[in-house]
């Protein structure tokens, strides 16, 4: 696509519930970032792939939070057991392979009540 | 890790104004990029700039690496230049993770 695709762009979940954030990046970019971001920061690193393989996951706060790339494409990052810190906007980022230009999505603004 | 800081945290300027906004990294970097947030929230990637001088448009960007600094000129700003200003930077040994500062908050009016 022409761009970085991120779905929903908006989310609004219950305390405890599981989340599923998708991220479709730009054609043919290898490698794909997941960050998150809260108001008035930075965005904080979570995890990168390379291919369909996690490189650094260093970034994810606990097993709650888990990410998937099968393909080398689309990419899945999954919240189990929301809780309201987990409020946030995360934001999905693609670049040619690594140490590229990188390029984001619009983000996915998650609101756990 | 690295520590990343930027200044000034927020700037005001009238239209037509130009400024500098300086990006301090406390370690070896192989990779620095600059990003425009807009109010909308959409993170722009500006440069790629791991060292070296850059412009586009009214806009221009120095990093000198070994010095461990990088700086964005805004010439002539507009009020479409409004928005934070994020510097990001990869450690040779972490390939992909990427380090924000916490970015300066521009606001240009007319």
């Known amino acids: 696509g022409a761009g970085v695709s991120q779905t929903p762009s908006n989310k609004v979940t219950e305390k405890g519930k599981y989340v599923e954030l998708r991220c479709d990046p730009i054609?043919?970019?290898?490698?794909l970032y997941w960050y998150r971001q809260s108001l008035g920061q930075g965005p904080e690193f979570l995890i990168y792939?390379?291919?369909?393989?996690?490189?650094?996951d260093s970034g994810l706060p606990n097993d709650r939070f888990f990410a998937v790339r099968p393909e080398g494409s689309v990419s899945t990052l999954k919240i189990q057991r929301t809780e309201r810190g987990d409020s946030a906007v995360y934001l999905c980022?693609?670049?040619?392979?690594?140490?590229?230009?990188?390029?984001f999505g619009e983000g996915s603004w998650l609101t756990v009540v | 890790g690295i520590q990343v800081e930027q200044s000034p945290p927020d700037l005001i300027l009238q239209e037509g104004a130009n400024s500098t906004l300086r990006c301090n990294f406390s370690?070896?970097?192989?990779?620095l990029q600059w990003f425009h947030q807009n109010p909308w929230g959409q993170l722009i990637n500006l440069f790629y700039?791991?060292?070296g001088t850059k412009q586009n448009g009214r806009l221009s960007a120095t990093t000198v690496a070994t010095e461990r600094y990088s700086l964005l000129y805004i010439s002539s700003s507009q009020t479409t230049d409004s928005g934070v200003y994020f510097c990001?930077?990869?450690?040779?040994?972490?390939?992909?993770?990427?380090?924000f500062g916490a970015g300066t908050q521009v606001v240009v009016t007319p």
């Open positions: 792939f390379q291919g369909t393989g996690a490189a650094d």
């Open positions: 990001a930077v990869e450690r040779p040994d972490s390939w992909g993770k990427f380090q």
């Open positions: 700039i791991p060292s």
């Open positions: 370690d070896s970097v192989n990779n």
């Open positions: 980022a693609s670049s040619l392979t690594s140490g590229n230009t990188i390029y």
């Open positions: 054609s043919g970019h290898t490698a």
